[in-house]
């Protein structure tokens, strides 16, 4: 069983909830027809946490999202201390277990990554964006993530992309790097990769809703001039970013987060600040 956990921040009210629980549908239902969802979900006002099993390509996946109120929530301090701490609270849970008794048997429940919502409607990176992210590149896989696409024109769409690619350089903030395909590894991988790559920081698309579309149950906002297709990848990156996080590249996921972050971590002697 191949355990992955990704937790979800950003500010409030960008699709995080609303993504946590496409990912999670279009997976759980892929063969059945898609229940139906709600299309209002609560706000989030505490930190939830759901898993799923899924099997992949005859693999075995457990994969736990957890979902965080967004900043500008009303948060306690708890929760607050939660959002900045968990990524290190579980690195040490598990470097406790390490040198304990029961080491043989570690449930592993580090981050193995934090998907970071930016909003469309802003110009690139804010500066709460700019730290939080800096916060956390050195304990964390940061995967970027453009949210509400579809309130941009796709002109517009590639220029935030690359504003926000620019200001993560300029900010020298460490995000999960793509590894490049292996020359020998079969072509649809490589071709998945190279899609994965161009669409760093996915624009994407979430809805609660579905419609139908030619005879199909689609999962997709409908708008009185059209729909949006939340899997449609000439609509949004989202099938993209799913492929990454349980199709391509799970096991990068899980291997950075073991072999350098963790590495980090525990030669850092467990402190939270190492820069
Ligand atoms: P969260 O606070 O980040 O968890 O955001 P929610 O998932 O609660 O969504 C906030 C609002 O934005 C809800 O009304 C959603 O229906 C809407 N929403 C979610 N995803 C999208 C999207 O991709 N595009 C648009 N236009 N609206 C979205
Ligand atoms: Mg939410």
């Known amino acids: ?12 009210g ?43 390509d005859g693999v075995n996946l457990r994969l736990t999202v957890i979902d965080t109120p967004g900043f500008g929530d009303a948060l306690n301090n708890h929760e607050r201390y939660f959002k900045f701490y968990y990524v290190d609270q579980e690195m040490e849970k598990y470097r406790r277990n390490e040198i304990g008794l029961n ?8 981050v193995h990554c934090c998907l970071y919502f930016i909003s469309p409607h802003g110009h690139g990176l804010k500066p709460i964006d700019v730290n939080f992210m800096k916060a956390l590149d050195q304990k964390v ?13 796709p002109k517009e769409t590639h220029n935030m992309k690359s504003k926000i690619l620019t200001e993560i350089d300029k900010f020298k903030i460490k995000i999960f790097q793509v ?13 998945q990769t190279e899609e994965i790559k161009r669409s760093i920081p996915f624009a994407v698309i979430g809805s609660n809703a579905v419609a139908e579309r030619n005879g199909r149950r689609v999962r997709a906002r409908v708008y009185p001039w059209g729909i949006v297709e939340t899997e449609n990848p000439s609509h949004s990156d989202f099938v993209h970013l799913r492929n990454m996080l349980i199709r391509t590249h799970m096991q990068d996921l899980i291997h950075t987060t073991h072999y350098l972050l963790y590495e980090n971590y525990r030669s850092g002697g467990g402190r939270t600040s190492r820069r």
């Open 14 to 56: 960008l699709g995080k909830s609303t993504l946590v629980n496409s990912l999670f549908l279009t997976n759980l239902y892929i063969d059945r027809c898609m229940p139906d969802v709600s299309e209002k979900i609560a706000r989030t006002v505490s930190i939830t946490k759901n898993t799923v099993d899924i099997v992949e």
């Open 141 to 153: 896989n940061i995967v970027p993530v453009l949210a509400k696409a579809d309130s941009l024109t």
């Open 1 to 12: 069983m191949c355990v992955c956990v990704i937790l979800c921040l950003g500010e409030s």
């Open 103 to 110: 080491r043989k048997n570690i449930t592993d429940n580090r």
């Open 179 to 191: 590894p490049d395909s292996d020359p020998d590894n079969k072509d649809l991988f490589k071709q």
